[in-house]
């Protein structure tokens, strides 16, 4: 059973997890240090239905805007603002899931980085 994130962990994972998709070498210990804790079933919807849309543009684009971060606050407004709409539109809730398909498979690389690095942190 998944548990429920605070809005403030929650938040924290975002950041995190966007860490993988600046316009430079990733740190997946990094990321997976950051969202220890969390259950990777969870994490991986995180990543792929909320993450993902918001950040994925930055290392799809030819010239990324994002190279060392993103802030705190732009993907965490983004994804609300995306949960709100996907809440009232059938149509953008159709779009949505779509482009989490496509995401899924594109970045499927970074989840299998990710939990690599989350069952070596519970080694250590």
Do not use: K
Request: contains cysteine; glycine residues 2%; neutral net charge.
């Amino acid at each position: 059973m998944e548990s429920a994130l605070s809005d403030h962990r929650r938040e924290d994972a975002w950041e995190a997890l966007s860490e993988a998709f600046n316009d430079n070498a990733v740190d997946y210990r990094f990321i997976a240090d950051e969202v220890d804790g969390i259950p990777p079933r969870q994490l991986q919807e995180i990543l792929f239905n909320e993450v993902a849309p918001e950040c994925a543009f930055n290392v799809l684009a030819v010239i990324p805007p994002v190279w060392t971060g993103f802030d705190r606050t732009s993907p965490a407004e983004c994804i609300r603002h995306t949960q709100v709409r996907n809440r009232r539109s059938l149509l953008a809730r159709l779009r949505h899931r779509i482009r989490v398909a496509f995401y899924r498979v594109r970045f499927c690389s970074h989840w299998e980085r990710i939990e690599a690095e989350l069952g070596a942190c519970r080694r250590r």
